[in-house]
């Protein structure tokens, strides 16, 4: 009776697993069995043959170097300055009666055009009594002239009595003694011409210093009218008519217009280029480079021409620059604009002696003497002499031929021979460059 008691529970825990869970367990033993013998075949397969990675090369821009000859244009700043500043002082003193109306500050005049005009009349009496005193000198001059033309008359009659004296004595028609008066009488003759001769010279002195005395009283009276030999403008100015002036005391600055220059300082890199007339020993002889010169006057730029003429004594102690003078052409050559003003700053611009040489973009040097040139799609370095350089261009001699591709960008890490690839300066729809560094990094211009 005890068996049957311990069977029937070992069959119900038989029952609890579902026929459900026994087949989802043998669906992933076989799809566990499926990948692993997938894996194992795939490992089973060689990996097909790859190409090694090309070289990386960075993209530079490039400009061609070229050719050229040409004059050098040396380029500066300066003030425009008067080579001619008067101060216009009167040489005698009165009230003003006239002013020329472009006697006020700014204002222009022509040459020899009176400035003002002083009171005459004192000058004017002065001239009458020089003249008077002339006349007297004069008559003076003609009573002397008489009375030794009548000394001389009656001098030959004494020597003739004399003759006639001798020739009596020596006839025994007369006795000595009228021999002796005649003579007597002879040289007191004489002593009387030679003193009316003494007072006609001093006659003679009186009269022509009575006539530098109207010549000085003339001069006076033309100081009157106060002028100055060039075409010009007033700096300042301090009379008014009626004013009582004061000789030697200054009224006005003037300065002449058609004596302006430009002072430019140049260092002597730049005065190498410039034809300066006997300033430098290979430039005895020649012409003073020619210039142009730009400024702003009126509120609108404008253009003036000139020429180098001189240099200054000295060189600048503490920039090591020697001023040069640009002589600006007068008012013929200023047209309607007008000459520049005193104290205008002035951009000019100088043709210098002719280049013969290779001119590349600026920024293409490294380290002041070297390039970098494209050749066969390799970046290879050449050895330059820098001639002269300008804000945009350098130029040089030796290295590179014209039409060489010379590097303009910027790259960190450069070898000698390295390949890179290039483009053109400036192409349009091209890549761009970064000229921060050589990484080798770039973006691609769609032209959107």
Known sequence: MSEPLEIAPIVARRRLIPRGAKQAVIVIVVLGAGVGGAVGLASLRKPPASDPPAPWAPLVETAPARSIDAPVSVAGHGTVRARTVVRVIPRVSGPVL????????????????????????????????????????????????????????????????????????????????ALEQAELAELLV????????????????????????????????????????????????????????????????????????????????????????????????????????VGRQGGVERTWTGQVVRLEAEVDARSQMTGTVIDVAGDAAAGDDGPPRPGLFVRVEIEGRRLDGLAVPRRAVRDGRRLWVITDGKLRFREVEIVRADRELAYVRGGVAAGDQVVVSQLEAVTDGMAVRVVPAGARGGPRVSSASGDGESEEDDGR
């Open 98 to 177: 006239e002013m020329h109306p472009g006697l006020v500050r700014g204002g222009h005049f022509g040459a020899g055009e009176p400035l003002f005009r002083i009171d005459d009349e004192d000058a004017a009496r002065a001239v009458r009594d020089a003249r008077a005193k002339a006349d007297d000198a004069e008559a003076v001059l003609a009573l002397a002239d008489a009375r030794v033309e009548e000394a001389r008359a009656r001098l030959e009659d004494a020597v003739r009595e004399v003759a006639r004296q001798r020739e009596l004595v020596a006839d025994e028609l007369a006795d000595r003694r």
């Open 190 to 293: 004489r002593r009387q011409l030679d003193g009316l001769i003494a007072q006609r010279r001093s006659a003679d002195v009186g009269r022509r210093a009575a006539a530098i005395g109207i010549e000085r009283a003339e001069a006076e009276r033309r100081r009157t009218v106060v002028s100055v030999p060039f075409a010009g403008r007033v700096l300042e100015e301090d009379l008014d008519v009626g004013q009582y002036l004061q000789a030697g005391a200054p009224v006005a600055t003037v300065y002449g217009t058609d004596s302006l220059e430009v002072l430019v300082p140049f260092g002597d890199a730049d005065l190498g280029w410039i034809s300066v007339p006997g300033g430098r020993a290979r430039g005895d002889g020649e012409a003073g480079s020619p210039a142009r010169i």
